[in-house]
């Protein structure tokens, strides 16, 4: 079936049955480093979900994991370090904001929707080591830009963004970015497809 006449449901349920081979696809590579497809085929689910139109968004969200990541291995170089305390007090405060909203809340339901299809629960879901793996990353280049904002002195937001920028611009001149074109464009197409009709 063409993807553009399923729902949501139905194709992530259909994704969901070749996880391994998802997760396996690298959209692009950062330094050696792959980037899975399988996070950004999530934001599409969620988005879809959402009734948000994701195409308008996804390139932008690409760059952003790239600079992510280029961050998150300037803290590894730096021997900037997460602890197992600082993921388990994260991912904690992750489930708490999705546990705080009502029932009916459309975001709430679009993860749990997510949670269901993936044949999760909430806590399999964000304690799952892939999870775990993320928002460790996530913290990490958190911590090299906190790094950096220190040696630059930089204490408001505004220095705070521009000491990003320079620091991402500076990673991203020395830094091996291969984007892998045939997942790429099958991202981008399918963020299209599945965010910009409406839910069966």
């Known amino acids: ?17 070749n996880r ?10 950062v330094n050696g480093e792959d980037i899975s497809i399988f996070g950004v085929e999530s934001a599409i689910y969620l ?11 996804i390139d932008k969200d690409i760059e952003l994991l790239i600079d ?24 904690a405060g992750q489930k708490e904001i999705l546990n705080s909203l009502e029932a009916d809340d459309p975001t709430r339901k ?19 080591e892939a999870a ?3 928002y460790a990353n996530h913290l990490l280049y958190g911590k090299a830009l906190e790094d950096e904002c220190k040696k630059q002195g930089a ?21 091996t970015i291969v984007y892998n074109s045939e997942n790429y464009d099958r991202v981008k197409k399918q963020a299209v497809e599945m965010t910009s009709k409406s839910k069966s």
Do not use: H
């Not at 998802?22 to 692009?28: A, F, M, R």
């Open 155 to 175: 204490e408001t937001p505004e220095e705070k963004q521009k000491v990003r920028e320079e620091l991402v611009q500076k990673l991203r001149e020395s830094a």
């Open 110 to 128: 679009a993860y749990f929707d997510y949670f269901e299809s993936m044949n999760m629960t909430m806590d399999e879901c964000y304690d799952s």
């Open 20 to 29: 391994e081979t998802v997760i396996s696809q690298t959209l692009v590579t």
């Open 47 to 57: 988005y879809a979900a959402l009734d948000m139109p994701y195409g308008d968004y």
């Open 68 to 91: 992510r990541t280029l961050l998150s291995q300037e803290g590894r170089r730096r021997g900037l370090v997460v602890s197992k305390e600082e993921v388990d007090q994260f991912v």
């Open 1 to 17: 079936a063409d993807r553009a006449d399923m729902t949501v449901g139905k194709y992530w349920a259909s994704l969901t049955k």
């Open 132 to 134: 775990r793996s993320t």
